[in-house]
């Protein structure tokens, strides 16, 4: 989708723009408060991974001793979980607070900013002038800055997650798994860490299955939010309208139709959603009992244990969830991409500006 100034909506411009900018909050004074709140948030991530482990083992330990009716084992297990559980939940809490906080202090730096640039040597009237200027700088400034700057911190961060989640969880599967028999017996052939191929083999057909069906995506989101935009400019509009204009039809004319398309919008963004939802959820119910599945045969000729099917099977599960990143936050990643491209074309509109106005400063400068 393109603008009416030429530039692509989605693409990497506006991107590339939307980053020169943004970026800036961890530079010049003050940068110390993103970098801290950086820092401690990859702590957190390592030390959840951690206790994540640890419930892990003691999945197996728990479910060994149940297995064996040891009593005193179940008790200890039983007298070691709170103390885990609390440890995951108090470093969920952190997270969730520093996490915030970088978003809170991000917006308030872009949103600042962008606010100067618009301002500055009157580029908002010079915007509202140009029948190239972007539709409603304000929505922009405001919902657009909001979103581009809420995501990226979430996705980071899950995406460092899901890789030392993979990472550990795999080297468990290799470990508890083993090798499996395949073929005729008489041949001896086994293949060594099964179940981490048949993880890999799933999460391949599962993020397949999601940049299929989502495909469109990022372009139905661009086109919703550009839809909500010219809504908001059409009724702000309606403020200037002479009196009696409306012919007393209050949803008349242009915000009729721009009301149109925003419906027309959220239809097809309901579709795509609807679609990767059948994905997330499917996968999201079938990736434990899968785990527990594989590792049936290996339980019933004794070379694991009941601890260590359990473990297996949620060992599988964390590397299913850490594999489908992309499917888990394939739709926020469209969103986000098509808020920061209509922040970055903002930006490069009012670069295309200052360029024009440098031949009349330096005119006016002899």
């Not at 297995?67 to 609390?86: C, S």
């Not at 872009?110 to 500055?120: D, N, P, Q």
């Not at 969880?169 to 083993?178: C, M, R």
Request: aromatic share 10%.
């Amino acid at each position: 989708m393109r603008t009416d100034d030429g530039i692509s909506a989605v693409g990497p411009g506006p991107l590339r723009r939307f980053w020169h900018s943004a970026l800036g909050f961890g530079r010049g004074k003050g940068s110390w408060v993103p970098w801290t709140l950086m820092g401690l948030l990859i702590v957190c991530v390592v030390a959840q991974l951690l206790v994540q482990y640890r419930l892990n083992v003691w999945n197996r330990d728990f479910f060994d001793a149940l297995e064996k009716r040891n009593g005193a084992g179940i008790r200890h297990q039983t007298y070691l979980l709170p103390g885990l559980a609390a440890c995951s939940i108090f470093l969920a809490a952190f997270a969730v607070w520093a996490r915030m906080t970088f978003q809170r202090r991000w917006r308030g730096w872009l949103t600042t900013h962008l606010v100067g640039e618009w301002l500055e040597n009157g580029n908002y009237r010079r915007l509202e002038a140009a029948s190239d200027e972007p539709q409603l700088a304000e929505y922009r400034i405001a919902e657009d800055a909001r979103i581009a700057t809420d995501a990226p911190i979430d996705l980071v961060t899950g995406l460092l997650s899901s890789v030392l989640t993979a990472a550990t969880f795999v080297v468990v599967l290799w470990t508890v798994g083993g090798a499996i028999a395949i073929g005729p017996a008489h041949l001896g052939l086994e293949l060594p860490g099964y179940l981490v191929f048949a993880s890999v083999a799933y999460a391949m057909l599962t993020t397949g299955a999601m940049l299929f069906v989502g495909r469109h995506m990022a372009h139905v989101i661009e086109r919703k939010n550009q839809a909500e935009s010219e809504l908001k400019f059409a009724i702000a509009r309606l403020r200037t309208a002479p009196v009696g204009a409306m012919g007393g039809n209050v949803p008349a004319g242009t915000v009729s139709f721009a009301l149109d398309e925003v419906l027309r919008a959220w239809r097809w963004l309901c579709g795509q959603h609807v679609r990767t939802t059948l994905v997330s959820s499917g996968n999201t119910l079938l990736a434990p009992i899968i785990g527990l599945i594989l590792s049936v045969p290996k339980y019933i000729d004794g070379s694991l244990s009941l601890g260590e099917v359990t473990q297996a099977a949620a060992a599988f599960a964390a590397v299913q969830i850490a594999f489908n990143w992309l499917v888990d936050n394939y739709p926020r990643l469209a969103e986000w991409a098509s808020s920061a491209s209509r922040v970055g074309v903002l930006l490069l509109a009012v670069d295309q500006l200052a360029v024009a106005r440098q031949p009349a400063e330096a005119a006016a400068g002899r």
